[in-house]
Nanobody, 123 residues
Framework: VQLQASGGGLVQAGGSLRLSCAAS????????TGWFRQAPGKEREFVAA?????????YYADSVRGRFTISRDNAKNTVYLQMNSLKPEDTAVYYC????????????????WGKGTQVTVSS
């Protein structure tokens, strides 16, 4: 599975962005997919994840719950992260990743990683 994140950019606080994670590989729908982020000088952290294949179950970090929404479209092999009410502390490089277990996903235990996309929120 190869993953490519896109959709990052510069936005003012309170604004919105939608990130996309396009995947290659016919088995993509079998993997849970998550978003992680890493701010300068900080460790990478879990943001959100959606289970496979239906996408019925979603998981969020406390810091983004209620503001971010993760979803997947298996027909398009794409996972989205809708980010609303953005804050300056959301500034980071965002990565999408695919894995098999939520237990390990929280700690970044994913099987496949894409290159990141920069999100910058100005105050």
């Amino acid at each position: 599975v190869q993953l490519q994140a896109s959709g990052g950019g510069l936005v003012q606080a309170g604004g919105s962005l939608r990130l996309s994670c396009a995947a290659s590989g016919r088995t993509f729908s079998m993997y849970l997919t998550g978003w992680f982020r890493q701010a300068p000088g900080k460790e990478r952290e879990f943001v959100a994840a959606v289970t496979s294949p239906s996408g019925a179950d979603t998981y969020y970090a406390d810091s983004v719950r209620g503001r971010f929404t993760i979803s997947r479209d298996n027909a398009k092999n794409t996972v989205y992260l809708q980010m609303n009410s953005l804050k300056p502390e959301d500034t980071a490089v965002y990565y999408c990743a695919a894995g098999r277990s939520m237990t390990t996903a929280y700690q970044g235990g994913m099987d496949y990683w894409g290159k990141g996309t920069q999100v910058t929120v100005s105050s």
